[in-house]
Nanobody, 121 residues
């Protein structure tokens, strides 16, 4: 079994900062990409940032220069530092990992349970 557990969400005022963390545990053979998605009420889940196992990061346009994704391969963790938060960043943030649980299976996607981020104006 593989689990992704997020932490670090909460309520913050506009212009403030939050740091989200996610730890993958369980039967893990290798992890390809890790990332963060978000889903606001009434909207579809969307990509925020993704990072490869080599450390190459990709951000969507609306978070560039404000959010930073980082990863610790030894600990199977991925963090998202969010600065200059805006009310439109309010959403449930989900951790994602594309990984192989054992050597004889293909990579598949795993999701955390989500953590609420609320930015007040």
């Amino acid at each position: 079994q593989v689990q992704l557990v997020e932490s670090g969400g909460g309520l913050v005022q506009a212009g403030g900062s939050l740091r989200l963390s996610c730890a993958a545990s369980g039967s893990i053979f290798s992890i390809n990409t890790m990332g963060w998605y978000r889903q606001a009420p009434g909207k579809q889940r969307e990509l925020v940032a993704v990072i490869s196992n080599g450390g190459s990061a990709t951000y969507v346009e609306f978070v560039k220069a404000r959010f930073t994704i980082s990863r610790d391969n030894a600990k199977n963790t991925v963090d998202l530092q969010m600065n200059s938060l805006k009310p439109e960043d309010t959403a449930v943030y989900y951790c994602h990992a594309n990984l192989r649980s054992t050597w004889f299976v293909s990579h598949r996607d795993y999701w955390g349970q989500g953590t609420q981020v609320t930015v007040s104006s």
